[in-house]
């Protein structure tokens, strides 16, 4: 990410948020061949304007996790101690406890904080109290998943880890909830959690991400608050929101409007009474732009879309790819892609996703026998 970038802390410092970071940051642009990118030092100017970070660019060692921030005099680098998504959460929480004596004492100001930690991710391991609920044997497998011994198997036996790290995770997001009520901070302070991939796990034969297929592509994105004072009910939106919008709502959640120089949608108006919505998109534009070169996944560039309405898309350069309609096949087993039935669907897809690439300055080679 270029240093002048403007970045969502950027938004919030104006308003006049405190803002801290602390976990992953993978932003940098460090490449695993110049050294292990988890001691990598990310200049200050590097770390999107936030007030206090606590980061690290990329690590796939959950036992062995080091964190930096500061600078001169006040710079720091240690290794965190114990498991990653706990002692990330430790430092949150110590954060919040630091802002609700802020409040306390008058001297408080409203705060910005994001915690980014890397699990569930492989490798599949977690604590051992966690890790012991989840056996591959008493696993049930999403429909999707092949019989095939080898799929199978594996995917069992990392899926039992993955469990255990989101059930981890779930544990300290109740651990930062009631850091929020004990500080009096609760009624004040909204909760976005989601995802920035999901896990094939075995479905269709695949593992990991960079695909268009429903598990890698469909997160979880859940906004939670205090005591319900909004004027809104628990409710699920299948709006088409993607990653773009994240940074929007949020500061919609706060009554901030998105900058100028910000894209994506708002959708904090599902959640704030008296919010506006925006104009809504009709559909989520997704794409692989590099392959990773990771095995039993896609190694050619992609582009695709996904409509409100329950339709998805996706093209290679010059060649139909998928095409689902998920209200009838949620578990994607039925391609359509190359079926003459569903040629006008196809069509009107490809024009949409066309639109897309037209309208984000993109450049892909779309099918053009269709």
């Not at 051992?128 to 199978?152: F, G, K, Q």
């Not at 268009?212 to 319900?228: D, K, Q, Y």
């Not at 409007?257 to 910000?262: E, F, G, L, S, Y």
Request: charged content about 25%; glycine content about 10%.
């Amino acid at each position: 990410m270029p240093p002048e970038m403007p970045t969502i802390a950027h938004a919030f410092k104006q308003a006049g948020y405190r803002t801290s970071y602390f976990g992953k940051w993978h932003v940098d642009g460090f490449h695993e061949k110049k050294g292990r990118a988890a001691l990598h030092i990310i200049p200050p100017e590097r770390r999107g304007g936030f007030d206090d970070w606590g980061g690290y660019e990329n690590n796939n060692a959950q036992w062995d996790c080091w964190v930096h921030g500061g600078s001169g005099d006040g710079a720091f680098h240690y290794r965190l101690g114990g498991y990653e998504t706990d002692a990330l959460s430790d430092l949150l929480i110590d954060s919040l406890r630091q802002r609700g004596r802020e409040a306390a004492e008058g001297k408080g100001q409203p705060f910005f904080a994001v915690l980014s930690v890397q699990p569930p991710h492989d490798p599949y391991t977690a604590p051992a109290e966690w890790m012991a609920r989840h056996t591959p044997a008493s696993l049930v497998l999403r429909p999707n998943v092949p019989d095939i011994p080898r799929v199978r198997q594996q995917a069992r036996r990392e899926l039992a880890g993955a469990c255990a790290q989101i059930e981890n995770l779930d544990w300290n997001v109740g651990r930062i909830r009631q850091a929020l009520v004990e500080t009096g901070l609760q009624d004040d302070t909204y909760i976005v959690f989601f995802s920035d991939h999901g896990d094939m796990h075995g479905s269709h034969g695949q593992f990991r991400k960079t695909t268009m297929w429903e598990e890698a592509l469909r997160i979880p994105f859940i906004v939670s608050r205090g005591a319900n004072r909004y004027g809104r009910q628990n409710d699920r939106v299948r709006a088409p929101i993607n990653h773009v919008d994240i940074a929007p709502t949020t500061l919609g959640l706060c009554g901030i409007d998105k900058p100028d120089w910000m894209e994506g949608t708002d959708y904090s108006g599902h959640v704030v009474r008296g919010r506006q919505a925006g104009n809504e998109p009709d559909s989520a534009f997704c794409q692989l732009v590099v392959p990773t070169g990771h095995a039993d996944s896609v190694d050619r560039p992609w582009r695709g879309v996904v409509t409100a309405d329950g339709w998805k898309y996706a093209a290679f350069e010059g060649q139909p790819w998928m095409l689902f309609n998920l209200n009838e096949d949620p578990y994607e087993q039925a391609n359509l892609a190359h079926n003459l039935r569903f040629r006008h669907e196809r069509r009107a897809l490809q024009d949409r996703l066309g639109q897309w690439i037209s309208d984000t300055a993109d450049r892909f080679r779309l099918p053009d026998d269709i």
